[in-house]
């Protein structure tokens, strides 16, 4: 899905799929990032070409609605060093610059890299652990409340119970701090407050493949709630990674002591 644009161009309209000619382009494009960038060559993980027009499926144009004028304002002040823009400080950048979270839900849309996901499932819970930033969730399927208001994360608090055979998952208390870009797509929580409640669905569509649909609702932050869609397909041969992003993060040092030797 690494190829699938997280909205989708204006020119496609309301369309879900390619046509023919389109795809055709889209594989074209795939193809020159697995052999023809010594980035996504060398150490990405470009996938196969698929005919979703974008991951957004709801509104029906494949677009973010409109933000609040709160939404707009909190956007503002997040910062990415995905931007060109002066650091001051390490507060300055993201949380994934930082090594400290790409946030619920940017930890598992596709990236450039590290994109392996492990379901795990135990008499009354679901894990579900990430390779980039080897983050776990553990969700409840007992029917427990959400934690108190006043105990918020990054990631949130997620409960789960089991419609039929689709696994939905609720996840609410959010600290309203998350501001990391995803290469590519940009966050789907940038500016998003701690009234953010996200309904995930986890529905299986065939052999080893789970259609995962998430719903994000926060009425500070956009004017309605939008839905986004994609498939996880199961790779038994795709183990899920060390990410040591602490021991090799010389990029936050890198910028930090480039603005302060341009300042001197």
Not at 150 to 160: K, L, N, V, W
Request: hydrophobic share 30%.
């Amino acid at each position: 899905m690494t190829g699938v644009p997280f909205e989708r161009p204006e020119s496609l309209g309301d369309r879900s799929e390619l046509t023919d000619e389109e795809f055709s382009r889209r594989e074209k494009a795939v193809e020159v990032q697995r052999t023809g960038s010594f980035v996504i060559g060398a150490w990405g993980e470009p996938g196969r070409a698929q005919r979703q027009t974008s991951l957004i499926v709801e509104p029906r144009n494949g677009r973010l609605p409109p933000m609040t004028p709160e939404g707009e304002r909190r956007s503002r002040f997040l910062r990415s060093s995905w931007q060109d823009i002066w650091f001051d400080s390490v507060s300055d950048l993201d949380t994934w610059d930082r090594c400290i979270t790409r946030g619920l839900l940017p930890s598992m849309l596709p990236a450039q890299y590290s994109n392996g996901i492990q379901i795990h499932q135990s008499p009354g819970y679901v894990v579900i652990r990430n390779e980039m930033i080897h983050e776990n969730r553990i969700i409840p399927l007992d029917g427990r409340p959400h934690v108190g208001a006043r105990i918020t994360s990054y990631m949130g608090d997620s409960r789960g119970h089991w419609e039929g055979t689709t696994l939905v998952v609720e996840t609410t208390n959010f600290n309203g701090k998350n501001a990391a870009d995803v290469a590519g797509y940009g966050s789907p929580d940038r500016g998003a407050t701690p009234n953010l409640r996200i309904t995930e669905r986890f529905k299986p569509v065939g052999p080893g493949a789970i259609e995962w649909s998430v719903t994000l609702d926060d009425a500070t932050t956009w004017a309605r709630p939008w839905t986004f869609a994609m498939k996880l397909t199961r790779d038994e041969g795709q183990g899920v990674f060390e990410y040591a992003c602490h021991e090799g993060n010389y990029g936050l040092t890198g910028i930090l002591s480039a603005a302060r030797a341009e300042e001197k």
